[in-house]
Nanobody
Framework: QVQLVESGGGLIQPGGSLTLSCGVSGGALSSLSMGWFRQVPGMEREFVAAHTWSGGNAYIAWYGDSIAGRGTISRDNGDNTEYLQIDRLKPEDTAVYFC??????????????????WGQGTQVTVSS
């Protein structure tokens, strides 16, 4: 059973940067497609970024409109850790951020219900 644990959230000032980590256990990150979503109370879970596996050592990065041009998704397969960096943070980036995983190559990476495994979430608050 794949388990995911996020870390790296906290209180960040507007304009700052943060890097979220998602540690993977119970499976090999190298054969997983990964996604990041965020959620604020009363709202639906929002797609932030995805790193889809295309087979072998090929991965494709995708970004939601909310962080386009400000985000970088990456992975360290040897360390079984997925990363999401967001620069130039805005107060509207405040949310609980979740990482998610699925053992698939072709799927709708923007839909949260396409993912099989989820972390517990980490709070990110952007405020001065």
């Amino acid at each position: 059973q794949v388990q995911l644990v996020e870390s790296g959230g906290g209180l960040i000032q507007p304009g700052g940067s943060l890097t979220l980590s998602c540690g993977v256990s119970g499976g090999a990150l190298s054969s997983l497609s990964m996604g990041w979503f965020r959620q604020v109370p009363g709202m639906e879970r929002e797609f932030v970024a995805a790193h889809t596996w295309s087979g072998g050592n090929a991965y494709i990065a995708w970004y939601g409109d909310s962080i386009a041009g400000r985000g970088t998704i990456s992975r360290d397969n040897g360390d079984n850790t997925e990363y999401l960096q967001i620069d130039r943070l805005k107060p509207e980036d405040t949310a609980v951020y979740f990482c998610a995983a699925v053992n698939a190559q072709r799927f709708n990476y923007r839909r949260w219900d396409e993912y099989e495994y989820w972390g517990q979430g980490t709070q990110v608050t952007v405020s001065s």
